[in-house]
Nanobody, 120 residues
Framework: VQLQAYGGGLVQPGGSLRLSCAASGTIFSVRVMSWYRQAPGKQRELVAAITSGGSTVYTDSVKGRFTISKDNAKNTVYLQMNSLKPEDTAVYYC???????????????WGQGTQVTVSS
C-alpha cells in the first residue's frame, strides 16, 4: 500500500490550492484519511481528517478556509485550501488508516509530503 500526494506549489496570499492523495495497492478497507502539515522548526500537526462515513474535523486555524473530501471509489482524499495565508506554508502530508487485502489489521500509512508555500 502506498500514498501519493499531489498539488503543492507556490501561491500568493489569498489564493487557493487543491491537494490530492491517492492510496494504491491491494486495499480491503480505508478507515480515516487525514492531512497533516509541518512548518520549518515546528511539530507536525493535524490539519483535517475525514472518516469512512464522511465525518470531518479541522484544526481551528483552517476552519472556514479548508475543505477535506474524499472519493471512496478511488481511495483518494482531497484538501481544498482557500484564502491561503503565509502561515499555511508547510510540507503537507497525507495519512490514512488502511486495512490491506489479506490482512486482519489496519495500519497507518504516510504519503511523501508536498510543499505548499504562500508568499507574495
Amino acid at each position: 500500500v502506498q500514498l501519493q500526494a499531489y498539488g503543492g506549489g507556490l501561491v500568493q496570499p489569498g489564493g487557493s490550492l487543491r491537494l490530492s492523495c491517492a492510496a494504491s495497492g491491494t486495499i480491503f478497507s480505508v478507515r480515516v484519511m487525514s492531512w497533516y502539515r509541518q512548518a520549518p522548526g515546528k511539530q507536525r500537526e493535524l490539519v483535517a481528517a475525514i472518516t469512512s462515513g464522511g465525518s470531518t474535523v479541522y484544526t481551528d486555524s483552517v476552519k472556514g478556509r479548508f475543505t477535506i473530501s474524499k472519493d471512496n471509489a478511488k481511495n483518494t482524499v482531497y484538501l481544498q485550501m482557500n484564502s491561503l495565508k503565509p502561515e499555511d506554508t508547510a510540507v503537507y502530508y497525507c495519512n490514512a488508516d488502511i486495512r490491506p487485502e489479506f490482512s486482519m489489521r489496519f495500519g497507518t500509512y504516510w504519503g511523501q509530503g508536498t510543499q505548499v508555500t504562500v508568499s507574495s
